[in-house]
């Protein structure tokens, strides 16, 4: 489907104007759609996933943004929310591919039909897939019914692509622990990167979920888990 966006129509909810951080190998921006079709407890944009930011930034905008930086910038990394349920998403991709930018999705993975069609149209560079659990894990109330088989959908989709592609975990109780884990690795096997994120405790969709004890794995616990995912694909990474 080809949505066309109107000049002046607010897009996206936000803007971070340069990261070093998560486009690999590129001087990169951030954009963020807002609304998410899961319900992480652990969500570090609660806002956004709750769709309680309003969209404020025209594609104009951001395109103005981008034209005379283009030597400063080389990548726009879409991230969300999840920018797979917008239906404008391949025309924001299209539209920042023309002005010579590489593209960078940030997903969850439950949309597996939309991965598949930017792939196709080439119109991604690199896509970050977070795997949040084992895949017969996916539940609810946090997650979209049937997401655990859309998820695998999209691992084996980037799998079988062209482009480069991480996926990673927040490594976060009681979504994650050691079986969890080997369940995914062998989910991935033969992935080219994988990375364990190190979960921070800041501003929660659901901070009640935890009852005030601390989710997070320490940094001995991490390395274990590394060690576990280590042998199933090419890179396995802590951060
Ligand atoms: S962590 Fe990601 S997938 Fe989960 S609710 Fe937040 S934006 Fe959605």
């Not at 692509?161 to 927040?170: D, K, L, Q, V």
């Amino acid at each position: 489907m080809c949505v066309q966006v109107r000049d002046g129509q607010p897009l996206l909810a936000g803007l971070q104007k340069n990261t070093l951080i998560d486009f690999p190998g590129r001087v990169g921006c951030v954009v963020f759609f807002t609304g998410c079709n899961f319900a992480c407890p652990y969500c570090h944009n609660p806002e956004l996933a709750r769709g309680a930011w309003p969209q404020r930034i025209t594609l104009r905008e951001l395109i103005d943004f981008l034209q005379p930086r283009r030597h400063l910038i080389d990548g726009v990394v879409i991230s969300g929310g999840e920018p797979t349920l917008h239906p404008a998403l391949p025309e924001l991709c299209r539209a920042i591919r023309r002005i010579g930018q590489a593209v960078k999705l940030d997903t969850n993975g439950s949309r597996p039909a939309v991965v598949e069609k930017l792939l196709q149209d080439r119109l991604v560079d690199y896509v970050a897939m977070d795997i949040k659990t084992a895949p017969d894990h996916y539940a609810s109330p946090w997650a979209a019914p049937g997401a655990g088989a859309a998820v695998v959908e999209s691992m084996r989709l980037l799998m079988r692509g062209t482009i480069p592609y991480e996926f990673r975990t927040t490594c976060v109780r009681p979504f994650v622990d050691t079986p969890t884990v080997a369940a995914i690795a062998g989910a991935v096997k033969g992935a080219r990167r994988y990375t364990l994120q190190t979960f921070r405790t800041v501003d929660l969709l659901h901070p009640g979920f935890f009852d005030g004890a601390d989710p997070g794995f320490s940094p001995s616990e991490m390395a274990e888990l590394q060690r576990v995912v280590a042998p199933f694909v090419g890179e396995c990474l802590v951060r």
